[in-house]
C-alpha cells in the first residue's frame, strides 16, 4: 500500500515566513476537524475495541458477571478444543482451496473476455451480478435449495451418471457447496483482472507472436508478470475476505455449523461461543488469534511478493 | 522483455497482419468463425452462471410440488403469484413491507452517513497538510485488510450498556463515522486525481477550506459519491451479522433477518413460499444493478486497481 501522498503537497514558494507559518497552522487545525468523523470512529469504533477485546481474551468475561482475569487459559484452552480445531480445519480448507480456485476462474474468463469484440460490457455485467448478491441471505437460502437432496444440481449431476446423494446433508459434499458458492462469486475480481489486462500495451504481444511465442510462453512471460501487481491485490484481499464468511454458513447450516460441523466456519464458532453462550473473553481470544493468523499471512504475502510481483519502472 | 522491432507506433488494434497471400474476405470470414466461437462459448458460461438466479426465479412463481425433485427445468405450465402473495403476509404478524421499511431506512441511514463522513475525512486526507496524515492515512489503510470480529464483542458490550440494543443506532453509528474505511480511501483515490491549481486559485480568491470542500470538491466528486452510494446501499441492504447481533424484535427486522426467521419458521414446508421472499429481499439490489451497472462495474474496476 502506498504511503502519504506527494500530490497535494506542495511547499509553496513562500512569500513571508510568518504567513507560511501561520497557514500551516491553519491547515493543521482544519485538517484535523475534517478528519474528525474519521477519527472519532477510529478511536472508538476500532482502536478502543481492539484493546478491550485483548483485554477481554484474557478474563472470563460473560456479559453478566464482571471479568476476572485467568491470564492465557483462554487461550490454552482453545487449542484443545475440538469444535475450535475443526473450525479452524474448515475456514484453512475453504480458504486454500476456495480462494485460488475463485481467481483461477476470474483470470480465465477475463482472458477470454480481453478482446475488442462485441458485447463486452454485457459479459461483464452478468458475470459480475453473483459477486453482488451472492453473500446475501437470500442466495444461500437458494444455495441450499438448490443444493439439497435430489435438488437441481443433484438432478443435473445423475443426468451425466453421477450420484452424490445430496450436498446439504452430506459432511463430505458441504464443503464442495461452499467452495462452489464462493466460486461462483469470481465476477469481482475478473473485473479487476480484466482492468489490469487492458493495461498490458498490445506491442507487448505483437512483439512475441513475431518472435514466435505461443500462447503459453506470452501467458508466462507477458501476461502473468505484468498483471502480477494486480494478481497480488486480488490474491490479498480475497484470501483476507475468505476467513471472514459468515451469513452463508450460518443459513446453510441454520446456525449451528452442522452436517457434523462441516460448516463451522471460524467466524461462525466465534459467533456461537461469544453471542449464544455468551463466552465473551473465549471469542475475544478467537478474534485475536484470527487477527494474528491474518496479519502474518499478509505479511507473509508481501514479503514473497518481493520475488513474483513486478511494479512497472515508473511506480505509479 | 524482448525487444521490438517496431518503434513506438500507435498499436494496430484492428487489422492483423493478414498473410500476403490471403486474400482479404477469407480472413475475414476466418475472423467470424472466431467470433462466433468467442459468443458460444461466452454465452454458455453466462448461462452456467445465471442459471441459480434464474432457477430462483422461475421457483418463486411455481408450485410446491414442481421446486424439488426431478425439477431442473426453468419452465412451468402453473406459473403464479401465490408464492409473493404467501411471503408478502410476513411472519409472525409482522408484514413484509414492515420488513422492506426497516431494510430502507437502515440502507438511507448508510448511505448519508457514509456519503457525508467520509468525503468529510476524505478531504482531509487529500487536500490538507497537517502532521500526523501520513501515520493516520497508514492507520485508516491497515483498517481495510483488519478482520472486524475483533471489535464486535466489545462493541456490542458498550451499546449494551448504553441500552442501544435493540435499536437501529449500533448499526448506523459507524456509517456517520467513516468507519467504512473502503469509501474513504475510496474518495481520497479520487480527491488526489482532481488538479491541485484547483484549490490554489480558490485559496487566492481567499476561500477556507469549507467552501472548497463544500463548492469545488463536492460536485467535482460526483462519479465518487454516486459508487460510494450504490455501494453502502447496497451492503446494508445484504447486510446479516450487523442485525443478527443487535435487533430482537421482529418489528424492528430488516429483510436478512426476517428471511432467517421465515426459514426457521417454515422449515422447507414451504419451498415456494420461501424463495419468494428471497427474490423480494434480492429485488432492490437487482434494480440498482440494472439501472446503474456502469457505474457498479467501472467502480470496481478502478477502485481496485488504485489498491
Redesign the interface.
Known amino acids: ?1 502506498t ?3 506527494t ?4 511547499s509553496a514558494s513562500a512569500p513571508a515566513q510568518p504567513r507560511k507559518s501561520r497557514r ?1 497552522g491553519a ?2 487545525r ?13 478511536i ?3 482502536v ?3 484493546i ?2 485483548l483485554y ?1 481474551s484474557f478474563t472470563n468475561y460473560n ?1 453478566f458477571d464482571a471479568p476476572k482475569w485467568i491470564g492465557f487459559d483462554n487461550y490454552v484452552s482453545l487449542f484443545q478444543d475440538e469444535r475450535f480445531l475443526q473450525s479452524v480445519g474448515v475456514t484453512m480448507q475453504y480458504v486454500v482451496f476456495g480462494t485460488p480456485l475463485k481467481l483461477a476462474a476470474a483470470l480465465a ?1 477475463a482472458m ?2 480481453n ?3 462485441k ?1 463486452q ?1 454485457f ?8 459477486s ?2 451472492g ?5 444461500a ?3 441450499k ?2 443444493f ?1 437432496d ?3 444440481v443433484d ?2 449431476l445423475s443426468f451425466f451418471g453421477i450420484n452424490l446423494g445430496g450436498w446439504v446433508g452430506n459432511p463430505n459434499m458441504t464443503m464442495g457447496m461452499m467452495i462452489l458458492l464462493t466460486v ?1 462469486q469470481f ?3 475478473m ?2 483482472f ?3 489486462l487492458k ?1 498490458i ?4 504481444y ?3 507472436s ?2 514466435g511465442a505461443g500462447p503459453v510462453r506470452k501467458f508466462m ?2 501476461t502473468w508478470p505484468m498483471l502480477s501487481p ?1 494478481i497480488f ?2 490474491l ?2 480475497e484470501t ?1 475476505h475468505a ?2 464468511i ?2 452463508s454458513a ?2 446453510i447450516s ?1 446456525g449451528e455449523g452442522g452436517p457434523a460441523g462441516s460448516t463451522l466456519f471460524y ?1 461462525l464458532y ?2 456461537l461461543r ?2 449464544s453462550d455468551f463466552r ?1 473473553g473465549y ?2 481470544a ?3 488469534l ?2 494474528i493468523v ?1 496479519g502474518i499471512i ?1 505479511l507473509i504475502f508481501f514479503k514473497t511478493s518481493k520475488s513474483w510481483v513486478h511494479y512497472s519502472g515508473d511506480s505509479k | 522483455m524482448t525487444t521490438m522491432a517496431t518503434p513506438t507506433q500507435p498499436a494496430p488494434t484492428k487489422t492483423a497482419p493478414a498473410p500476403v497471400y490471403n486474400p482479404k474476405s477469407e480472413s475475414g470470414t476466418a475472423k467470424r468463425i472466431k467470433s462466433t466461437i468467442f459468443h458460444i462459448v461466452a454465452l454458455a458460461l453466462v448461462a452456467m452462471v445465471l442459471y441459480p438466479a434464474l432457477w430462483m426465479i422461475a421457483s418463486s412463481f411455481k408450485p410446491n410440488s414442481e421446486i424439488g425433485g426431478a425439477n431442473t427445468s426453468l419452465w412451468s405450465n402453473n406459473f403464479s403469484f401465490d408464492n409473493f402473495a404467501t411471503a408478502m403476509e410476513g411472519i409472525g404478524g409482522v408484514s413484509t413491507l414492515t420488513f422492506f421499511t426497516n431494510s430502507l431506512i437502515l440502507a438511507v441511514g448508510a448511505v448519508v452517513g457514509t456519503v457525508l463522513s467520509a468525503s468529510i475525512s476524505a478531504y482531509a486526507f487529500a487536500r490538507i497538510n497537517f502532521p500526523g496524515r501520513g501515520l493516520f492515512f497508514g492507520m485508516m489503510i491497515a483498517t481495510l485488510l483488519l478482520p472486524f470480529h475483533v471489535v464486535i464483542i466489545p462493541q456490542y458490550i458498550v451499546f449494551q450498556q448504553l441500552g442501544l440494543v435493540d435499536t437501529y443506532i449500533p448499526l448506523l453509528i459507524g456509517k456517520f463515522l467513516a468507519a467504512d474505511a473502503f469509501f474513504v480511501f475510496l474518495m481520497v483515490q479520487f480527491m488526489r486525481g482532481l488538479p491541485a491549481e484547483l484549490d490554489e486559485a480558490a485559496r487566492i480568491d481567499g476561500a477556507g477550506h469549507v467552501r472548497i470542500f463544500g463548492s469545488i470538491m463536492l460536485p467535482l466528486m460526483k462519479p465518487a459519491l454516486i459508487s460510494t452510494s450504490i455501494f453502502s446501499f447496497i451492503w446494508s441492504w445484504n447486510d446479516f451479522l450487523g442485525p443478527l447481533l443487535y435487533l430482537n424484535t421482529p418489528e424492528k427486522y430488516p429483510l436478512p433477518l426476517a428471511l432467517r426467521l421465515f426459514v426457521d419458521q417454515t422449515q422447507s414446508s414451504d419451498y415456494g413460499a420461501m424463495i419468494a421472499m428471497s427474490v423480494l429481499a434480492l429485488l432492490p439490489v437487482l434494480v440498482f444493478f440494472l439501472v446503474f451497472q456502469r457505474y457498479i462495474v467501472e467502480g470496481v474496476s478502478t477502485q481496485g486497481l488504485k489498491g
Do not use: C, H
Not at chain 1, 482544519?30 to 477510529?42: E, I
Not at chain 1, 453473500?135 to 442466495?139: K, L, Q, R
Not at chain 1, 500495451?201 to 507487448?204: H, N, S, T
Open positions: 500500500m504511503q502519504s501522498p500530490l497535494s503537497r506542495r500551516r491547515d493543521a482544519a485538517g484535523y476537524t475534517f478528519l474528525l468523523p474519521w477519527l472519532l470512529g477510529f472508538a469504533l476500532t478502543g475495541p481492539m478491550s477485546s477481554l456479559l474468463i477470454l473476455l478482446s475488442k469484440r458485447g460490457g459479459y461483464r455485467s452478468a458475470f459480475y451480478a453473483p453482488l448478491i453473500a446475501s441471505v437470500s442466495i437460502i437458494v444455495w435449495a438448490m439439497g435430489s435438488g437441481p438432478q443435473g461462483w465476477g469481482a475480481p473485473v479487476i480484466l482492468a489490469g493495461q500495451p498490445a506491442d507487448l505483437e512483439a512475441a513475431m518472435d512471460n507477458i494486480v491485490f486480488n490479498l484481499m483476507i476467513f471472514q459468515f451469513a450460518y443459513i441454520n467466524t466465534l459467533y461469544g453471542f465473551m471469542a475475544s478467537m478474534a485475536w484470527l487477527v491474518v499478509t
